[in-house]
């Protein structure tokens, strides 16, 4: 039971890049959701998915697509990132207790 | 406004003493509170969870909600080293999505 684990871990990318960050969770919880962690701002959420088939926008989702695979995966994309997308991400998930549980997080670098 | 406040400190206590952290949130309708600890460079995780006015006791750890007077507050007794890290208040103030609105976090230093 590895709970919810993300890829890659680190990640350095040029401004105009982009990539695909990728997240799973075996826990057959229904919610997903993605964070964003910068000094000082705390955890911002960009994207949440309430059950498999539904996304819909959080705090900050400008710059960011995301996808729900199926129940298990939801990926974040950044399309063209920018310096102001170097952050800290968490992904994490919920089950019908309320409590989420998070992966183990993507440093991302953007030059 | 910030819907969720905390002190960022950082709140330094020696080793054995009870820390005490705090927490201020802005919706008079939110139903559920949430303490998460994190780690320098590791992902938040739970400690305690309350959605009843009172206190709440797990080992070491107690937590209080007062709804009339918004906050919600973490006391660490017997603290110990180990606990310093990070720790964050988060509130859900969205049942039907069970989004979190987290604050800032305060780090909590516990000194040998």
């Known amino acids: 039971n590895a709970g919810v684990t993300q890829t890659p871990k680190f990640q350095v990318l040029k401004t105009g890049q982009s990539m695909t960050l990728q997240c799973a969770q075996d826990m057959n919880h229904n919610s997903m959701y993605w964070y964003r962690q910068d000094p000082g701002m705390g955890l911002r959420l960009i994207y949440y998915s309430a059950s498999e088939g539904t996304t819909d926008k959080g705090e900050v989702p400008n710059g960011y697509n995301v996808s729900r695979l199926n129940k298990r995966e939801f990926s974040l994309r950044l399309e063209s990132a920018a310096p102001s997308q170097t952050s800290v991400y968490f992904c994490?998930?919920?089950?019908?207790?309320?409590?989420?549980?998070f992966g183990p997080g993507t440093r991302l670098l953007v030059l | 406004q910030k819907e969720v406040e905390q002190n960022s400190g950082p709140l330094s206590v020696p080793e054995g003493a009870i820390a005490s952290l705090n927490c201020t949130y802005s919706d008079r309708g939110s139903q559920s509170f949430f303490w998460y600890r994190q780690y320098s460079g590791k992902s938040p995780e739970l400690i305690m969870s309350?959605?009843?006015?009172g206190d709440k006791e797990d080992g070491r750890f107690t937590a209080q909600l007062n709804k009339a007077s918004q906050y919600v507050s973490l006391l660490i007794r017997d603290s110990q080293p180990s606990d310093s890290a990070t720790y964050l208040c988060?509130?859900?103030?969205?049942?039907?999505?069970?989004?979190?609105?987290f604050g800032t976090g305060t780090l909590l230093a516990v000194q040998p």
């Open positions: 994490a998930s919920s089950g019908n207790q309320e409590t989420q549980y």
């Open positions: 988060a509130v859900n103030n969205d049942g039907a999505t069970n989004k979190l609105i």
């Open positions: 309350i959605y009843s006015n």
